[in-house]
């Protein structure tokens, strides 16, 4: 056994007894999945996955993240000696990123998917699929709440272990392809729905409650009143009746009350007028834990935060919302799919720009400042939009000067200090309106 690899077996250990000491589960345990999944909230609510998902807000915060980072086009590029770097279309990681992930998936399925088990369960998994010469030709998603992972005590590597139908597959990490969330350990992500089950569970509450009491049909405390006292056979009687008005069904039919029934009402309690505002602030909680903002998932209220500045919004959501989980992604690519040699020379990369493709005057803007900036060329602006290449579309250019409107269609004079010339009456570089060069120092 190499120095290195006891090095790694002792620091393993450390960290496994250390982690043992403050939750009482080992790294090693198989209880760890259970131990990063949901449990039970304080308002009696069991939280799981497939609980949350009920959650319309739940539901909706996982559907946004994960459906736009599965948008949006990731491929594989090449480092150029220059500086530069083009698509690597010959390699044959570019086709399995960028065209088909797996023989029943397309990218945006495929991607969706793995954010969508990152978003839900903190972790991304799925198998990789290798020729005979060892080159990577598809990635199945594996469903991570079958996933144990553990590490091997005496070397520290990773072992994935896979329950399927009765069966566990034992694999190493590299025929995995693991994206991880938010961690502290660097072994598993922390699921948004485990570590958020507390407020989850209050929702799933505040979500009973209201369909009990529209079961029930009454929102206030409603009583009847019986003249005297009844005897056990009038009192079923009674409450047979009662059913039949009973249930959102059969709201707004009225009962027929003889002999000296009376309906009394008490009024509207306090913690049924505070329901809706209970389940509002819901919402915005659970958007917290996925860092969505909510009028990006249809909470419209009063008023907003942002106003009418979409395009900030859509930054932000970018920047905070999006960024993280697309470097997650594409160093996880990295990290799992090439060599350490490869590593150097290729990289992975989403392409942002098509989330301005829904508005066309910030694209339109975007591609001119890029253009008369000199950092993008006519071909690189009409390849975003799929458009063919032209002669002498490769040059960068930025634009030259400024000059005045009265200027416009005059000839213009020989080229002066500037490099492209000026009108012929118009001033020299520093002595426009009379101002002379040592003026301006």
Same mark, same amino acid.
């Given at each position: 056994?190499?120095?290195?690899?006891?090095?790694?077996?002792?620091?393993?250990?450390?960290?496994?007894?250390?982690?043992?000491?403050?939750?009482? =589960?080992? +790294?090693?345990? %198989? *209880?760890?999945?259970?131990?990063?999944?949901?449990?039970?909230?304080?308002? @009696?609510?069991? /939280?799981?996955?497939?609980?949350?998902?009920?959650?319309?807000?739940?539901?909706?915060?996982?559907?946004?993240?994960?459906?736009?980072?599965?948008?949006?086009?990731?491929?594989?590029?090449?480092?150029?000696?220059?500086?530069?770097?083009?698509?690597?279309?010959?390699?044959?990681?570019?086709?399995?990123?960028?065209?088909?992930?797996?023989?029943?998936?397309?990218?945006?399925?495929?991607?969706?998917?793995?954010?969508?088990?990152?978003?839900?369960?903190?972790?991304?998994?799925?198998?990789?699929?290798?020729?005979?010469?060892?080159?990577? =030709?598809? +990635?199945?998603? %594996? *469903?991570?709440?079958?996933?144990?992972?553990?590490?091997?005590?005496?070397? @520290?590597?990773? /072992?994935?272990?896979?329950?399927?139908?009765?069966?566990?597959?034992?694999?190493?990490?590299?025929?995995?392809?693991?994206?991880?969330?938010?961690?502290?350990?660097?072994?598993?992500?922390?699921?948004?729905?485990?570590?958020?089950?507390?407020?989850?569970?209050?929702?799933?509450?505040?979500?009973?409650?209201?369909?009990?009491?529209?079961?029930?049909?009454?929102?206030?405390?409603?009583?009847?009143?019986?003249?005297?006292?009844?005897?056990?056979?009038?009192?079923?009687?009674?409450?047979?009746?009662?059913?039949?008005?009973?249930?959102?069904?059969?709201?707004?039919?009225?009962?027929?009350?003889?002999?000296?029934?009376?309906?009394?009402?008490?009024?509207?309690?306090?913690?049924?007028?505070?329901?809706?505002?209970?389940?509002?602030?819901?919402?915005?909680?659970?958007?917290?834990?996925?860092?969505?903002?909510?009028?990006?998932?249809?909470?419209?209220?009063?008023?907003?935060?942002?106003?009418?500045?979409?395009?900030?919004?859509?930054?932000?959501?970018?920047?905070?919302?999006?960024?993280?989980?697309?470097?997650?992604?594409?160093?996880?690519?990295?990290?799992?799919?090439?060599?350490?040699?490869?590593?150097?020379?290729?990289?992975?990369?989403?392409?942002?720009?098509?989330?301005?493709?829904?508005?066309?005057?910030?694209?339109?803007?975007?591609?001119?400042?890029?253009?008369?900036?000199?950092?993008?060329?006519?071909?690189?602006?009409?390849?975003?939009?799929?458009?063919?290449?032209?002669?002498?579309?490769?040059?960068?250019?930025?634009?030259?000067?400024?000059?005045?409107?009265?200027?416009?269609?005059?000839?213009?004079?020989?080229?002066?200090?500037?490099?492209?010339?000026?009108?012929?009456?118009?001033?020299?570089?520093?002595?426009?309106?009379?101002?002379?060069?040592?003026?301006?120092?």
């Amino acid at each position: 056994m190499s120095i290195v690899t006891r090095l790694r077996g002792m620091a393993w250990k450390a960290a496994s007894a250390a982690f043992q000491s403050i939750t009482g =589960v080992s +790294l090693t345990d %198989l *209880r760890l999945g259970a131990f990063m999944t949901g449990g039970p909230s304080i308002a @009696g609510q069991s /939280v799981s996955v497939d609980t949350a998902l009920q959650l319309d807000t739940v539901w909706a915060c996982i559907r946004l993240l994960s459906e736009t980072i599965g948008s949006m086009p990731l491929k594989l590029h090449e480092q150029q000696g220059d500086g530069q770097s083009r698509l690597a279309r010959d390699h044959p990681l570019y086709r399995v990123l960028a065209r088909a992930p797996n023989a029943d998936m397309t990218p945006i399925e495929f991607w969706s998917c793995m954010a969508a088990c990152c978003l839900a369960w903190g972790n991304g998994f799925a198998q990789i699929v290798r020729r005979g010469d060892g080159q990577i =030709v598809a +990635l199945n998603p %594996l *469903r991570p709440d079958r996933m144990t992972v553990q590490r091997d005590p005496g070397t @520290g590597a990773l /072992v994935y272990r896979y329950s399927y139908q009765g069966r566990t597959l034992v694999l190493d990490e590299g025929a995995i392809f693991h994206i991880k969330g938010f961690c502290f350990d660097g072994l598993l992500g922390i699921s948004p729905i485990t570590a958020g089950r507390q407020s989850i569970g209050a929702a799933l509450a505040a979500e009973e409650t209201a369909g009990r009491m529209f079961r029930n049909g009454l929102l206030s405390q409603t009583y009847i009143s019986a003249p005297d006292y009844l005897k056990p056979e009038q009192k079923e009687q009674a409450k047979a009746i009662l059913a039949d008005y009973s249930g959102a069904i059969n709201a707004g039919k009225t009962p027929l009350l003889e002999g000296g029934w009376k309906v009394e009402s008490i009024g509207l309690r306090a913690e049924d007028l505070q329901l809706l505002q209970t389940r509002q602030v819901g919402v915005a909680t659970i958007c917290r834990w996925f860092g969505v903002q909510p009028v990006m998932v249809g909470a419209m209220d009063k008023s907003t935060a942002w106003g009418t500045g979409l395009e900030q919004m859509n930054l932000w959501f970018l920047q905070y919302g999006l960024m993280p989980w697309l470097q997650r992604i594409e160093q996880a690519v990295a990290r799992c799919l090439l060599s350490p040699a490869e590593r150097d020379r290729y990289f992975a990369r989403f392409n942002v720009d098509a989330l301005l493709r829904g508005d066309s005057t910030a694209r339109a803007g975007y591609m001119q400042t890029a253009l008369r900036s000199g950092w993008m060329t006519v071909n690189e602006a009409r390849a975003n939009d799929n458009l063919a290449p032209m002669p002498g579309g490769d040059v960068l250019m930025v634009q030259a000067q400024m000059i005045p409107l009265a200027a416009i269609g005059k000839p213009r004079s020989p080229t002066g200090a500037g490099g492209q010339g000026r009108p012929a009456d118009s001033p020299a570089p520093g002595t426009q309106s009379g101002i002379t060069g040592d003026d301006n120092e």
